[in-house]
Structure formats: C-alpha cells, structure tokens
C-alpha cells in the first residue's frame, strides 16, 4: 500500500469516528498541535519509528507523553499505528484529516507556486476561479520558485495545472527534438 492510500485509509476512518462522536473541531485543533509538536521536535517520531525499540516501549512512551493531553480516541489511534509498524505514516494521515475536515466545512486549500509574487489582482482573480471551479472557499498558499521564469504552478488536493513558462519550455523543445530535418 502506498503512503497516500495509507494515510487516506487512516485519515477516512479518524474523520467518520471523531465526526459520528462530534468531536471534529477538538479532533482538528489536536491533530494539528500534535503536526506542530512533532515537527518542533522530531526525536519523539524517530523514536516511535525505530525498528531496534520494543512496541511495548514505544506504547508506554505514547501513554505518557499523550495521555493527559489528546482525547482518548487519538491515543488509541497513536497505539493502532504503532502496533501496525505505521506510525511513519502519522504526518500524511494528519494532512489527510485536515483535508476531509476542511471540505466538510466547504474549505479548499491552493497552492501556488510562481516565479514572483502574485499582485493583489492575480490573487483575487485565481481565488474567484478556483472558487467557482472547486465550489469551495479558497485558502491560497503562495510560493516562489524563479526557475519557473514566468507563470505559476496550482496545485489542489487531487489536481496539479501546471501553467509555468518552464513547463512550456519543454514540452517545445520535446516538440523541437521529434521533428525530422532533412
């Protein structure tokens, strides 16, 4: 199985328990402390990861750390994905809920990646069409990457338009290299 299938199986599953016990917005606010946590300090993941530590050192370790401060339904989830050998998979699974979360509140996330900033105009006229295309409130994410040189990158949950002059660029000269001279 694929880490996205992986962590959509997990994600899907969290979101319909937490939803059905409605507790989506405690479930969202926690998952996301939890993202923030372990991306502050790494070590505890590394640690829940690692091959060489007994499962039962790596479930005391979740118990104690995470016990008095997620709800319990997430301990248990933490406990499942250690048992399974798939705690590797925790940050995509929280990305993952995030999304499922998100649209169920009509939120859809965009990221654009361009050569330079976009003007006020080009954001307020790729929200309005991504709006109108998804039926979603946009949240844009921007990016700047210069070797595009020109144009932007979109990228949805399920969707990448790839608008870049480099992305142009190649396809003509892939074009340029099939043609025969005689």
Same mark, same amino acid.
């Given at each position: 199985m694929l880490?996205?299938?992986?962590?959509?199986?997990?994600a899907g599953g969290l979101f319909l328990s937490v939803?059905?016990? +409605?507790?989506?917005?405690?479930a969202y606010d926690q998952l996301q402390d939890l993202r923030?946590?372990?991306?502050?300090d790494p070590t505890l993941l590394d640690f829940l990861v690692a091959p060489h530590v007994l499962d039962e050192h790596k479930l005391a370790l979740v118990e104690?750390?995470?016990?008095? #401060?997620?709800? @319990?339904?997430?301990?248990?989830?933490? /406990?499942?994905?250690?048992?399974? /050998? #798939?705690i590797g998979f925790l940050h995509g699974?929280?990305?993952?809920?995030? #999304?499922?979360?998100?649209?169920?509140? +009509?939120? +859809? #996330?965009v990221t654009v990646i361009s050569a330079v900033?976009?003007?006020?105009?080009? @954001?307020?006229?790729l929200i309005t069409r991504m709006a109108v295309r998804t039926g979603l409130k946009i949240e844009l994410e921007e990016k700047i990457d210069p070797d595009l040189i020109g144009g932007?990158?979109?990228?949805t949950h399920n969707e990448i338009i790839d608008g870049s002059i480099s992305r142009e660029l190649d396809l003509v000269r892939t074009q340029l290299t099939k043609v025969r001279v005689h």
């Open positions: 880490a996205p299938e992986v962590a959509k199986k997990y939803k059905d016990k +409605g507790l989506v917005d405690v923030t946590f372990l991306e502050s104690d750390v995470f016990s008095t #401060r997620l709800e @319990r339904l997430f301990v248990e989830l933490l /406990h499942v994905l250690v048992k399974k /050998h #798939r699974i929280i990305d993952e809920f995030v #999304r499922y979360v998100e649209a169920e509140k +009509g939120i +859809g #996330r900033a976009l003007s006020d105009a080009e @954001r307020s006229s932007m990158i979109v990228i």
